[in-house]
């Protein structure tokens, strides 16, 4: 399996960000980390083994990204405005930076966005707020309400970053019809903490005429064991 390390200082960021490559060819994958996670964490928990055939076959070539989540939503110590500026800044290092590397390594135009947990917003947000870019995405045991990082603080960049809030709110035919023609999938246990929230989502989506697949898993279900089987099982599709 192709195997490759990437480092830069990112202008946006003002910091040297690090990511990982798996893979030659197929559709692109955008890994998130769970919270304050590294961009090693997907190889080191075995998700990059559990897809080793899809990998070795010239199906996906994977691409895990670093977080600055200890900077951005874990930075307490921070103004909450500036928090979320920081998560916007990191968004635009994801867009601009990382992704015409991942499309220099690779032409293949169908790209995957992929997270478990904290990594499931972080897929899931940016895959809301720009589907022109992806074609799937994967979000495992994610929360998309995310008010509850700013200390009561809110403005109109947490609103465009917390999908709970803005999904009810998607009015611009262009961007809803866009939306339409992602693949969605929101996969979680039926007793994670997130569920009833999941199936809130998942249903202001249908309500926009917005199709996905919600899986719910028996148990918990929330830990690496799991998110193996599920990416294994959804990452091709619903």
Request: aromatic share 14%.
């Amino acid at each position: 399996m192709n195997r490759e390390y990437h480092s830069w200082h990112s202008p946006r960021l003002n910091r040297e960000m690090e990511l990982l490559v798996f893979g030659h060819s197929g559709a692109r994958v955008l890994v998130f980390p769970t919270s304050q996670g590294r961009y090693y964490e997907f190889e080191d928990r075995g998700m990059v083994s559990a897809l080793q055939k899809h990998v070795e076959e010239g199906w996906l070539q994977i691409f895990c990204v670093d977080s600055v989540d200890a900077e951005s939503f874990y930075c307490k110590w921070a103004h909450p405005s500036g928090r979320i500026t920081r998560h916007l800044q990191y968004e635009d290092y994801v867009i601009n930076e990382v992704l015409p590397l991942t499309r220099q390594m690779n032409s293949n135009p169908f790209l995957i966005s992929l997270g478990a947990s904290f990594g499931a917003y972080h897929a899931l947000n940016i895959a809301l707020r720009h589907p022109h870019l992806f074609g799937r995405v994967l979000a495992m045991s994610g929360k998309y309400d995310m008010s509850n990082f700013f200390d009561g603080y809110y403005d109109e960049k947490i609103y465009a970053n917390t999908p709970m809030h803005f999904v009810p709110n998607l009015s611009d035919p262009g961007h809803i019809a866009r939306l339409q023609g992602l693949d969605i999938i929101l996969a979680l246990g039926r007793e994670d903490p997130n569920i009833e929230e999941n199936r809130r989502l998942s249903g202001l989506l249908w309500e926009k005429g917005i199709g996905n697949a919600l899986r719910e898993w028996d148990g918990w279900s929330h830990d690496w064991p799991y998110w193996r089987q599920m990416v294994q099982m959804y990452i091709g599709g619903a």
